[in-house]
């Protein structure tokens, strides 16, 4: 029977945790850092044993909403896609998330706790008490060669690659410029401008992000330039052991009809591919990425609370989140209309 133990970070923990196959960037000593600053949140690591032998790993944040305490892994709007377990390929993951619920709602003390396992599927998640919406991510094998690569895409999207070198668009890796996180937001903002609606985060996000990350060598920020060296679009991309991640991306719209998107995109596959990297991860299952030949995995967001109350609170406050972006961004709208 499988427990779970909480347990102090040390050297030798993050050095277990980095053994096992399932592990992802999400589940980083410098990821957790940067989740948890900027959520103000307590990082929650735990073993998990199996009659006493350790046999994998859980990570968690635990932070306060509504005067309560709830247990995130992630929670939405962390701008963190799994997190969940590592574990040894002969333990259930099934079993895993059985034990714990009585860990999550006893010793961590929450009131309310999600997950989102890149190993979960639904069939793992019925008899537990659990609600779960489907949240598919779309993702890329780099294991063929860059021809197959290429020829797996849309043939708009190969035609919208070739037209930004013929336009003479240029992508370079923007390394440690400190005026990358603010030339990123810029542009995202003008991307949500688009529908009319703000970024769901600040640009402190960015900030932390990329100083939690760069150190370490997990993070690649690119930035495509026009033929006149105007910074026109940006990515942020961090990678880990086997997957790079597609965190953010944006661009301004009158220079979108050069097509910098698709050949940032472009660019980093071949970067990660060249580095070792085997997957591609869009972070998300959204439409227009199937234009670049993904292949749309199934990742199910889990969510339990201790009693009705805490779940009606937790999708209201998702429902007047969205309604406060809609308002910020017609208010913004408004307040530049009026002459100055």
């Known amino acids: 029977m499988l427990k779970l133990h909480r347990v102090e970070p040390s050297a030798d923990l993050w050095a277990d945790r980095a053994t096992y196959e399932d592990r992802l960037i999400f589940h980083t000593r410098e990821w957790i850092r940067f989740v948890a600053e900027c959520q103000r949140a307590e990082p929650l690591l735990a073993v998990v044993t199996d009659r006493g032998r350790p046999v994998g790993h859980f990570t968690g944040l635990l932070a306060r909403r509504f005067g309560m305490r709830i247990l995130g892994s992630p929670m939405a709007g962390w701008t963190t896609s ?14 895993a998330l059985e034990a714990l619920m009585p860990f ?5 003390g929450a009131a309310h706790l999600e997950i989102r396992d890149r190993g979960l599927a639904e069939k793992d998640l ?3 008490g659990l609600r ?15 021809d197959q690569l290429f020829g797996a895409m849309a043939s708009a999207c190969r035609r919208n690659i070739r037209k930004a070198a013929k336009s003479g668009v240029v992508i370079e890796d923007a390394g440690d410029d400190p005026a990358f996180a603010d030339e990123f937001y810029d542009q995202l903002r003008d991307v949500f401008a688009k529908q ?26 690119l930035r495509a330039r026009d033929a006149d060296g105007r910074s026109i679009a940006t990515a942020v991309l961090p990678w880990y052991h086997r997957t790079m991640y597609f965190w953010g991306g944006a661009s301004y719209r009158p220079f979108q009809h050069l097509r910098p998107n ?16 085997t997957e591609f991860d869009f972070v998300g299952g959204n439409a227009y990425k199937a234009k670049y030949g993904t292949t749309e995995v199934p ?42």
Not at 202 to 208: A, G
């Open 196 to 221: 009319n609606l703000v970024p769901t985060y600040s640009v402190d996000r960015v900030r932390s992000l990329i100083r939690h990350l760069a150190p370490a060598g997990n993070l690649l920020l």
């Open 104 to 108: 999550a709602f006893g010793e961590a």
């Open 262 to 277: 698709e050949a940032l995109i472009w660019h980093a596959l071949r970067w990660a591919k060249e580095r070792g990297v």
């Open 299 to 340: 990742v199910p967001w889990a969510r339990r609370s201790r009693s009705p109350l805490v779940a009606h609170l937790r999708d209201a406050a998702k429902q007047g989140f969205a309604l406060k972006q809609r308002t910020v961004a017609r208010l913004t709208r408004q307040s530049v209309a009026i002459p100055g």
């Open 82 to 95: 799994y997190v969940g377990f590592n574990l040894r390929p002969d333990v259930s993951r099934r079993a």
């Open 126 to 128: 019925g008899g537990l």
């Open 132 to 146: 779960w919406d489907a949240a598919p991510t779309a993702v890329i094998d780099l294991n063929p060669t860059e």
